[in-house]
Each structure stands twice: as C-alpha cells, then as structure tokens.
C-alpha cells in the first residue's frame, strides 16, 4: 500500500516542530485485538473497533458508523473468517484499499485443532500447530486454510453420539480453534506482526510501534507469572465449561477444562450432550461449571442438577470491559480469578 508523506510545512519548520506523517486509519474486529493494536499505537492515534462490545463477533450487523471504519482504514486486524465469517464480506466490499491481516495466518501462531465430543482428555502439548511455514497476510485474499466455513458460527466440537446437529456445525466449519487470542504465547506474536504493518504503513512513527510492542511483551511476562499465582493452588481440580472456547488458555497455564456443555456459542447442547455432561459432573467430582454472560443459566442449572458444584462467569472478549490498550490482559486476568474463585 503506498502513502503519500506529507512535507514540513513552513511554519513548522521555522518553530523548530515535529510534524509527523499521518498515522495510518485502522480498523480491528473484536475488543482483544482492538486492545493489542491499541497498545502498539499508544501515544498516537486509536483504531476503530467493528464489533461492539457485549456482541457476538459470529453473527453482527454493522451500524454506519463501522462500515465507515471499515471503508477509510488503511489497515485492518482481526482474527479470520472462522470467529467472524461475516466480517470477510465486508472487508472485501468496503476495506478495498486496505492491508488486511488475518492474525491467525500471522507466522508463529499457535494454532489447536477443534477438540472432539462433550468431554476432554488431558491436554496434548504436542497437538499445536504452530504456523511457522507461511508468511503473513497482509490482504484477505489469502485463507487457504478457511474455504468452506463462511457463513457458519464458531462450532467447537462433536460428540461420539448419533446426535446429527453437532455433526452439522462442526463438519461445516474449519479445522483450528479461532479463540487464539486466549494464549498470550500468540499475543506477544501478534505484537509482533502489528508494529511490523504499522511501521510499513508509518515507517516515521516505526520506533514508537516497535517500543511499544516491546514493552507490552515484558507486561506479558509479568501478567503470566501473575496468573500461574493465581491458578496454582486450583489446579487439578476439575470444570466444566459451557462452549469450548478455553483451551488456548487451558494449555497456556496447564488447566484443563474436563469437558464442554455446548458445542458452540450459538447452538444449545441436546439432551444427550447434557446427559453426557451430567455423568461427567458426578463422576469427576467436577467442582465448578462455567457459563458466560450471554448464556442461558438454565442450561448451567440443568447440568449442575443433583451436583454440588459451583457456577461461575467466564468472558473471553471482555464484554463488560472499556475497550482500551489494558482490556486484553484484563481479560486473561479475569479468566483467571472467575477460575480460582468458582474452583
């Protein structure tokens, strides 16, 4: 993409001021990747960001004021197709000038495969797939990896069972898990690859992107050992979850989830899926069942019928957050104390 730097103008000259170039316009899908770009362009400027908090990123109706961003951005961040199958459409219509970056195409991504069925085996470190054989994507041209899944939510996994729903919706979408952002492994990756196309873009302003990524990683650093502190005294213990949207975090800090109510946010589990889960709650002594704040607590109550486990609220997008450059460590910190609280 090419840019035109404008010159000192006179009067700037003659003060002795630093005009800088324009910092480029962008735009980012949901509240953790807004944060993340927002951190590396702290001190100057803020991108916009599409899908408003408290939404679901899977089906979304843009106001005008989003498709607007969408159309004056020079760059655009978001996860992929699979978390926002919709939001491919609209990129191609609107961001039509724009260098796009799909973050789960982005080298170095760690990326897990779907897990199968209502109930989870302990976590195989040696199933990640980290992309280390391909570039980053700068233009939304590029997801060889997503061709057959755009028009459907986030669904999560299936069950051993005859239960031809569950079959549909995770037949039909693709391969990886798009709740990537939840390993702050990937984070700091992304980092990476943000300053990198903002420095393209901006190449006067490429030491303050740079720096600024720098320094968010070293506040990862921190942030880890503040959340292994957190889950050391809980972990062994076991929880379920009500979509399977955790596991990025599960692996990253060595939690496993024992199993999923739901096969995804947008589907509610069937009796069979529920029964499954019920016998896993009083054969585990399972101590915590999670939902998260859009979900039916009758659903939970239901698993969770003759246990006595604990409910708790988890969030991975920050829904009740101010979008900032601080909401994408919130938001792992918060996963971690709803964890340790309800375990």
């Known amino acids: 993409m090419s840019r035109n730097v404008l010159p000192l103008t006179v009067s700037a000259a003659l003060l002795g001021t630093t005009a800088w170039a324009d910092v480029p316009k962008v735009a980012t899908d949901i509240a953790p990747v807004h944060s993340l770009v927002s951190r590396v ?21 843009l ?46 991504t760690t990326e897990l495969p779907f897990r199968e069925g209502a109930l989870f085996e302990a976590h195989d470190h040696d199933d990640h797939d980290d992309h280390d054989d391909h570039d980053d994507h700068d233009d939304h041209d590029d997801h ?19 239960d ?20 702050l492994d990937n984070g700091a990756v992304w980092l ?6 903002l420095s393209a873009a901006d190449p006067d302003n490429a030491g303050t992107y740079y720096t600024n990524a720098a320094t968010a990683r070293e506040e990862f650093d921190t942030l880890r050992t503040e959340i292994n502190d957190i889950l050391t005294p809980v972990r062994g213990r076991n929880f379920i979850v009500f979509h399977d949207a955790y596991q990025y ?59 006595d486990a604990k409910t708790g609220v988890l969030d991975p997008l920050g829904s009740d ?11 792992l910190r918060n996963l971690a104390l709803a964890l340790a609280d309800c375990l």
Request: aromatic share 6%; charged share 25%; glycine share 6%.
């Open 41 to 61: 362009m702290q001190g100057l400027g803020e991108p916009a960001l599409i899908v408003a908090s408290g939404a679901s990123p899977h089906e979304y109706s």
């Open 63 to 108: 106001r005008p004021s989003e498709a607007g961003a969408l159309q004056d951005a020079e760059l655009v961040f978001w996860i992929g197709p699979d978390l926002t199958p919709w939001m491919e459409d609209a990129i191609e219509t609107l961001a039509t000038e724009a260098a796009v970056t799909s973050l789960m195409d982005v080298d170095g």
């Open 144 to 162: 060889d990896d997503h061709d057959d899944h755009d028009d459907h939510d986030d669904h999560d996994d299936h069950d051993d069972h005859d």
């Open 164 to 183: 031809h729903d569950d079959h549909d919706d995770h037949d039909d979408h693709g391969q990886y898990d798009p709740h990537a952002w939840l390993s």
């Open 192 to 197: 990476n690859a943000i300053a990198a196309q």
């Open 249 to 307: 975090f599960e692996t990253s800090f060595d939690l496993p989830a024992s199993g999923a109510i739901s096969i995804s946010d947008a589907t509610d589990p069937s009796p069979a899926r529920i029964a499954e889960i019920q016998a896993r709650v009083k054969q585990q002594d399972v101590t915590c069942v999670l939902s998260e704040p859009q979900f039916d607590p009758k659903i939970v109550a239901a698993v969770m019928d003759g246990s």
């Open 321 to 331: 957050l101010e979008p900032s450059s601080e909401l994408y460590g919130n938001v």
